[in-house]
């Protein structure tokens, strides 16, 4: 009867919140060798959840995340170190969800008003690449937006890295817990905001948030973003 009962609650909820202790990061592990050289702090991000396999969501992003370089060379540090070197210093911070690493700042909107709270009544994917399922998701939220609405035009562009996930069935998620859910299946990716926080309470039309697959090999993942809003001179 107990186990029933956990499988029908994880059949319910973010299977993040129902992943086995294994399957969860740790801080404490151990990161043999990590260097960036002249990165922003969101490629490092991204090129060390690349290296570890695990996911990133970053759900705020400013100006110096995008200028401020960073240049790091660490051996037989912990994970939560080296986190701390790429994020500390901007006035970020990370905390560990599931199989994924969320990094996040005291300026972000919180509660409704972010839309990466949006809840998905039901959303489900069978096996494909990580980039057509946070597509597939882009349309759910937009639906979930706008309940009237009758269908959607337009393509999703994808970089051309296919990383796979297995299929996944949420219901009554947040935008959050799917991205989160999608990057930490097979720690192959990542999702990234693409709006300042000031703006996130509304749909700007270029898409919230960017889910990106790892395998780019000049690690400039921060390129594939199309952010409006901060200033930012060609990056």
Known sequence: ???ALIAAFCALTSPIFCQPVANRIEPSRRIAHFQVQDQNMIDALLQLGQQEEFGVGIDYIDAAAFERKLSISTRDSTLASVLDQITKELGYKWSVQGRAIN??????????RNLLNTRIRHFKVDP???EQAGCQLAIAFKFAMNPKMKGLAGDCL???IEQRIDGVEMNGSTVREILNALVSQHGNGA???QQPSWTMNKDLGFGVWKLLAYGRAD???SRMLQVRGLGLTAH
């Open 103 to 112: 990094v996040t700042h005291p300026g972000a909107i919180v509660g409704k």
């Open 191 to 193: 999702w990234v905001v």
């Open 158 to 160: 994808f970089a051309g």
């Open 219 to 221: 690690g400039r993942y």
């Open 1 to 3: 009867m107990r186990l």
């Open 128 to 130: 494909m690449p990580l």
